[in-house]
């Protein structure tokens, strides 16, 4: 377990003991907590990977595409959602069968920039993966191998960059379906919103 998975557990064990499930998961047998570098298994979401992927394996001689149209027909329509929405409604969630049938993710194009002759990629502005690219952006206006490796400058300057990238996450982005997000077309370049 990495120190960050162990602090959150931690900091929220009201929430992990009010569920015997999150019991199981997130605490060793007897009720402690596990140690950093410790191993937890998760066997029920394990046992949910193997049914997707079995789902998946059953169609794919018809294609990758309708492989994975498998696995999450298990997860959204099958016995997993079944499940899922059985424990949902055992706890007193309103949840039914067709708030997971209905849903339904799209595949998008990846927010994209270059820096330095390379081209990356990364998810959009939906989510934070344009961060990255807002701050390559910013570092590509400067010298960084001149200032050398780790030195004040250099450090002082990415992490200003990165302020900069992360100030407008902050402020503009969002899911691009419902807010208009003042940035580049997400099939093109990522641009720095503000700097």
Same mark, same amino acid.
């Given at each position: 377990?990495?120190?960050?998975?162990?602090?959150? %557990?931690? &900091?929220?064990?009201?929430?992990?003991?009010?569920?015997?499930?999150?019991?199981?998961?997130?605490? $060793?047998?007897?009720?402690?907590? =596990?140690?950093?570098?410790?191993?937890?298994?998760?066997?029920?979401?394990?046992?949910? /990977? $193997?049914?997707?992927?079995?789902?998946?394996?059953?169609?794919?001689?018809?294609?990758?595409? #309708?492989?994975?149209?498998?696995?999450? *027909?298990?997860? =959204?329509?099958? *016995? @997993?959602?079944?499940?899922?929405?059985?424990?949902?409604?055992?706890? &007193?969630?309103?949840?039914?069968?067709? *708030?997971?049938?209905?849903?339904?993710?799209? @595949?998008?194009?990846?927010? #994209? +920039? +270059?820096?330095?002759?390379? +081209?990356?990629?990364? #998810?959009?502005? &939906?989510?934070? &993966?344009?961060? /990255?690219?807002?701050?390559?952006? %910013?570092?590509? #206006?400067?010298?960084?191998? +001149?200032?050398?490796?780790?030195?004040?400058? !250099?450090?002082?300057?990415?992490?200003?960059?990165? $302020?900069?990238?992360?100030? *407008?996450?902050?402020? =503009? =982005?969002?899911?691009?379906?419902?807010?208009?997000?003042?940035?580049?077309?997400?099939?093109?370049?990522?641009?720095? %919103?503000? !700097?």
């Amino acid at each position: 377990m990495r120190a960050l998975t162990a602090r959150a %557990i931690e &900091g929220n064990l009201e929430f992990v003991t009010a569920w015997p499930e999150n019991q199981r998961s997130w605490l $060793k047998p007897d009720g402690s907590l =596990y140690a950093v570098g410790e191993t937890i298994k998760l066997p029920a979401l394990a046992n949910t /990977l $193997k049914k997707m992927a079995a789902a998946e394996q059953a169609a794919a001689a018809r294609g990758r595409a #309708q492989g994975i149209a498998a696995a999450r *027909d298990r997860f =959204y329509t099958g *016995d @997993i959602a079944e499940e899922m929405v059985a424990f949902l409604q055992t706890h &007193g969630a309103p949840f039914d069968l067709s *708030d997971f049938a209905e849903y339904s993710a799209k @595949i998008e194009e990846p927010t #994209q +920039t +270059t820096y330095r002759g390379y +081209t990356v990629y990364k #998810q959009g502005f &939906g989510s934070q &993966g344009a961060v /990255l690219l807002q701050t390559l952006n %910013i570092l590509e #206006q400067f010298d960084l191998q +001149t200032m050398g490796h780790n030195s004040p400058d !250099y450090l002082h300057t990415v992490v200003e960059a990165m $302020k900069l990238a992360y100030a *407008d996450r902050d402020t =503009y =982005y969002a899911d691009p379906d419902f807010v208009d997000v003042p940035a580049a077309d997400p099939r093109r370049d990522c641009y720095a %919103i503000a !700097y």
